[in-house]
């Protein structure tokens, strides 16, 4: 079946423009995640929903990284005022109910650059 | 906080060599662990997991078993081929059923296998 989806696969931004990260889980996944992996290094977590609720947004670095997920299926991460900072992949990984010892199933991801 | 350190890298092994890749961890309850891989131009994969102690979880000819007294969960492989160059990538999540269970990861360790 198909798997977790994001688009853009790539995505070029200026300094200070907004951006948009599309995540399509796996059909029927409870739960979704996204994860920031900067160049060298594991991913971090960012947030955390389930379903249409976002449970846990500890991680996201500063006010202008906004998730959200209205219908409790696509989300969308959006990153406002774009920094040099925010250049690294983002992750989207959905399971599915999020449990303990349960399975992320990960996106390819996007690779953000901002110049 | 919940951390999980893996070796210093990168590693280069002839084809056929043995192959450990050690991980500790550090953890406030009690965690399942994972470890898992991304291939050149690909997304993470789960390889492996271990949801409880003296668990041993494998796959791919790949095994790892979950040391609580030490705190450790090493990937290791009697003979590696060239196709499991790749990025390794250990992890841990701490949490119940319902309730974030955000994985940590590890920094990764690259493994490149010679012909």
């Known amino acids: 079946g198909a798997g977790v989806s994001q688009s853009p696969r790539y995505k070029v931004a200026k300094r200070g423009q907004d951006v948009a990260l599309r995540c399509d889980p796996i059909s029927g996944h409870v739960s979704l995640f996204w994860y920031q992996q900067a160049l060298g290094q594991g991913p971090e977590f960012l947030t955390y929903?389930?379903?249409?609720?976002?449970?846990?947004k500890s991680g996201l670095p500063s006010d202008r990284f906004f998730a959200e997920r209205p219908e409790g299926s696509v989300s969308t991460l959006k990153i406002q005022r774009t920094q040099q900072e925010d250049s690294a992949v983002y992750l989207c990984?959905?399971?599915?109910?999020?449990?303990?010892?349960?399975?992320?199933?990960f996106g390819p991801g996007t690779r953000l650059l901002v110049l | 906080g919940d951390s999980v350190t893996q070796m210093e890298g990168p590693v280069t092994l002839s084809e056929e060599a043995c192959l450990t890749i050690n991980c500790t961890y550090t953890a406030t309850g009690y965690p399942s662990l994972f470890w898992y891989v991304q291939y050149p131009g690909e997304g993470l994969q789960l390889l492996l997991k271990?949801?409880?102690?003296?668990d041993k979880g494998s796959n791919k000819g790949f095994e790892a078993t979950y040391r609580k007294e030490t705190t450790s969960f090493h990937l290791e492989k009697g003979s590696v081929q060239v196709s499991d160059s790749a990025v390794y990538f250990c992890?841990?999540?701490?949490?119940?059923?319902?309730?974030?269970?955000?994985?940590?990861f590890g920094k990764g360790i690259t493994l490149s296998v010679r012909p």
């Open positions: 271990a949801t409880k102690a003296d």
């Open positions: 929903f389930q379903n249409e609720a976002q449970l846990d």
């Open positions: 990984a959905s399971s599915t109910r999020g449990g303990n010892g349960e399975t992320q199933y």
């Open positions: 992890a841990l999540i701490i949490g119940i059923s319902g309730a974030n269970s955000k994985l940590t």
